[in-house]
């Protein structure tokens, strides 16, 4: 069965030091792909990459447009859907800071919190 197998290089590669089978098998398909990347880079003219990577950019940035765009839609629609429950949550945001405020000046001439008060609004 050991003449099957691919026998172990004796000098150890930088990097491969206690690793696993599986981890010094991605340490090298890593290093195969970046001197890969690097070799086709290598081929291209600075302009084709230059170029490529506007190109890159621009495609990004319509993208950021059309998802901009969907965002607003869905809040547009949302606000259209509820109207009431916007103001509702807004009345309840306004509630809830003014009696945290109000609960950081109940203190007494002990330095002790006076008890918490829940308000409900009606509708």
């Known amino acids: 069965m050991s003449e099957d197998m691919n026998p172990r ?6 990097g ?7 981890e010094q098998f991605i340490f090298h398909q890593r290093r195969g792909l970046e001197e ?4 086709m880079e290598s081929l291209l003219p600075p302009g084709f ?8 950019n621009e ?10 765009a969907a965002i607003d839609e869905i809040k547009k629609a949302s606000e259209m859907e509820d109207p009431d429950g916007r103001q509702e949550a807004d009345q309840e945001r306004a509630a809830a800071a003014n009696l945290s405020a109000d609960d950081d000046d109940d203190e007494d001439a002990t ?10 609004l009606d509708d």
Not at 36 to 39: D, I
Not at 111 to 120: A, C, F, H, M, T
Request: proline letters at 7%.
């Open 9 to 14: 290089p004796e000098d150890p590669v930088e």
């Open 59 to 68: 495609f990004a940035n319509g993208f950021r447009v059309l998802i901009d």
């Open 16 to 22: 491969e030091g206690d690793k696993t089978p599986l």
């Open 36 to 39: 890969f990347g690097k070799a």
């Open 111 to 120: 330095g002790s919190k006076g008890g918490k008060i829940r308000v409900e």
């Open 49 to 56: 990459r230059e170029h490529t990577q506007a190109a890159g």
